[in-house]
């Protein structure tokens, strides 16, 4: 039977969240007592640990390299900037070590109040990318839209449009039969058209584009209610995941207005949260309540691998990107270029001392380090609090 490479023990509670950033040398996770904490992949060490949320995270993602949006229970939702990330301003002890510790944050940027009357995470879609802004923590340069559920309606979506502050814009489907509460969301582009599509607790799907993401098409697939959903860009279609056994694959209509015609594959276990595909766009994989997490062939559905090691349900997972050696090249001097301030005019012993702390922990890349950021993780996050890494494919 296959073992995790590596488990990193941290977190006092359930494992929330997960996702690598700066090109693979940063693994984020977070818990249900609302700490992130953030892992040198070149050691499995922390960088950083902080309390972002006085209750459970429900869920997290990197904007860029070096802006982190995290949401909570608490109902906040949170821009963090994570340029300060290894220059050893922050608490590296983790929870499970000194749970009261008051430890520093990274600087906020800004947050929004947004509902979490339910386990719904956020979906976010950068739009624009001001010129010569990759990777920086200048959110202002920014633009994108943010779904949560919405907290009037709970059939409705509330969608952000940052960084200008704006009313947010809310959808709902039709009223002609009661959905429940908005499960899961995703925002996505496909062919210059956005969508948005919102899993519903009756088991229905729902399909929303451009130009005010109005109401395009409804199916009804699962008996119980959905997890998880997400677009695939490679073949166009939505996958779910849900409290039922059924992983599904359903076209976008073409033409707008005819019916969604779904793929059901029954995978005989139920309880699949967390879909995810991978940067390659091969490999879509599930955390299951039955404490695995199982990997599929993202156009067929067929199951490749099955990851046992968490003796409780596991509730979250991330791949990392596919990378080769001169793209992690290459994202490194871009995110040191825009957050170590290369190139502009501010000197000084502070500034010089800073990155230098920086260099010892974040920037130089040996051989050794980069054999581990090109390999092909997977994090697997237990409600045991540990964190599972393996290497597949």
Known sequence: MATPTYLLRGHASDISALAFTWQ????????TDGFVIAWSVAHWRPLAVWKAHDKALIALAPLTPLLLLTHGRDGKLKLWNLSVLGA?????????AEPQEQRQTPPLITEWLVNTLNFCGFAHLPLLQAENSAGGSDFTKWEGQIAVP??????????????????????????????GMVMAVTLFKSSMTLYLAAAYESGSIVLFHTPSLAFLS???????????????????????SAADSLLTTTSLPSPPGTHLKPVLVDTKHAGQDSLRLRSDRKLLATAG??????VYDAETLAELAVL???????????????????EVRAGVASVNRIAFGEGDQEKGTEVVEKKSQIGRRMVGIEDRQMKTYVKHWIAVGGKDGKISLWDIY
């Open 24 to 31: 693979n040398r940063v693994l984020i996770s977070s818990d």
């Open 308 to 326: 046992k090691w968490h003796k409780g349900g596991v509730r979250s997972l991330a791949f990392a990107e596919v990378m080769g050696e001169d």
């Open 88 to 96: 050893g301003e922050l608490s590296v002890t983790t929870p499970i």
């Open 218 to 240: 409804e199916i009804s697939i699962h008996s119980q209610p959905p997890l998880s959903i997400l677009f695939n860009p490679s073949t166009t279609t939505l996958h779910t």
């Open 289 to 294: 309540w039955d404490g695995m997490a199982r």
């Open 150 to 179: 919405s907290g009037i309606d709970p059939e409705a979506v509330s969608v952000i449009t940052y960084p200008t502050p704006t009313r947010p814009m809310t959808i709902k489907p039709p009223a002609a039969s009661k959905k």
